[in-house]
T-cell receptor, first 117, second 113 residues
Framework: NAGVTQTPKFRVLKTGQSMTLLCAQD?????MYWYRQDPGMGLRLIHY???????AKGEVPDGYNVSRLKKQNFLLGLESAAPSQTSVYFC????????????????FGQGTRLTVV | SQQGEEDPQALSIQEGENATMNCSYK?????LQWYRQNSGRGLVHLIL?????REKHSGRLRVTLDTSKKSSSLLITASRAADTASYFC?????????????FGPGTRLSVLP
């Protein structure tokens, strides 16, 4: 059982280049999330999705786009990378956020370390 | 702004001692979770406590929740070197604020052998 898989694990981009980070989960989770983690800042939510075909903005969405065309995949795109987007990116998924559901925990991928030069 | 704030930012203890970390949050929640992150890895879920619960145990972990003070604490008893990691609290926003988890900046725990 792979859980949440992120690709790639490392990437170096030049300013202005574009790229897509792929997140795949095999747990049939409805909810998926993209976070960035910076030193001293904890995790900040970029975008999230509450189901196939839906996306919503999080705390820091500027400069990023997302798509959820298939339930198991959540893509994060950087159209024109900037040095400020140097970070570690984490994808996560959860079955539900329903208060009555026992399956509310989030499962995380191993992260993508992105450097923009 | 962040919903949850852990305290202290860093904690260093000897193996065998207990470690206590605190989390404060601002708006009403449905549940609060604690996660651990080993260096260079993703976060791993430790324990969830619901807003109608006051205390929960899981192995060497004890979590308390005080909704009147909007705070939670994580106690790790008889710590081991393997407990060295960063610990994060995460809150869900109450449903009318949207469906997502909000993490604090974390507490870095170092357990010295």
């Amino acid at each position: 059982n792979a859980g949440v898989t992120q690709t790639p694990k490392f990437r170096v981009l030049k300013t202005g280049q574009s790229m897509t980070l792929l997140c795949a989960q095999d747990m049939n989770h409805e909810y998926m999330y993209w976070y960035r983690q910076d030193p001293g800042m904890g995790l900040r939510l970029i975008h999230y999705s509450v189901g196939e075909g839906t996306t919503a903005k999080g705390e820091v969405p500027d400069g990023y786009n997302v798509s959820r065309l298939k339930k198991q995949n959540f893509l994060l795109g950087l159209e024109s990378a900037a040095p400020s987007q140097t970070s570690v990116y984490f994808c996560a998924s959860s079955y539900s956020l329903d208060t009555l559901s026992p399956n509310t925990e989030a499962f995380f991928g191993q992260g993508t370390r992105l450097t923009v030069v | 702004s962040q919903q949850g704030e852990e305290d202290p930012q860093a904690l260093s203890i000897q193996e065998g001692e207990n470690a206590t970390m605190n989390c404060s949050y601002k708006t009403s929640i449905n549940n609060l979770q604690w996660y651990r992150q080993n260096s260079g890895r993703g976060l791993v879920h430790l324990i969830l406590i619901r807003s109608n619960e006051r205390e929960k145990h899981s192995g060497r972990l004890r979590v308390t929740l005080d909704t009147s003070k909007k705070s939670s604490s994580l106690l790790i008893t008889a710590s081991r070197a393997a407990d060295t990691a960063s610990y994060f609290c995460a809150t869900d926003r109450a449903k009318n604020y949207g469906q997502n988890f909000v993490f604090g900046p974390g507490t870095r725990l170092s357990v010295l052998p």
